[in-house]
């Protein structure tokens, strides 16, 4: 039987991270997934099934995100006689990519001194 | 007009922190706002009240985590001839506070290192 303190101290920290732009949500985890998986797989169709989601879903996310900071995260070229187009990420999709990363990384660090 | 990359660098990171006991939720910003303020004022009813809450509400959010844990997070006792009673917060309640504290403050250090 753990004692009181021990029922205290077992106790997990969870977290969840999002940015927001003078108070406007801007993105949180799932389209910090999204953009992940994008990156990773190099299409948003790809991207997309990767994490079990929709296409439409997907580019609906990344439009909003968009038109809430006035950026371009994704650069779409269409395929070539082989068919098939990509979806690169930007630069500044990668920025954005890498500070919620590195948020997440830090609040993890923190986590593990508590 | 701020460059792409400005608008991603002033993107303020916000988080919800909460606890949990082998993957169950046990507390949350919400329940933590309660026992400081019932541990701040000294009673249930001005405790939930500093916070426009309702005793009831306050009473039952404090009783659920005490069963969830097994433990007890307020001593109360009864008014003497003077009438009204008061709610002090033990010793393991104590800890629970100071557990769930030292995560914000370690959070809040970490997000201002990023």
Redesign the interface.
Known sequence: MPS??E???????????????KGDY??GPGAFEMLKSINEYGTIAKGAAAIGMSYRYVWGVVKKIEKE????LLETSKGGSAGGGSSTIT??GL??LN?YS??LA??E???L??
Chains 1, 2 share one sequence.
Request: charged residues 35%; hydrophobic residues 45%; glycine residues 2%.
């Open positions: 009181e303190r029922c205290i101290e077992r106790l997990q920290p969870k977290w969840k991270v999002w940015l927001e732009d801007v993105m900071l006035g950026v371009k630069e500044t920025l954005l500070r590195s948020i830090a609040f660090k923190a986590s001194k508590i």
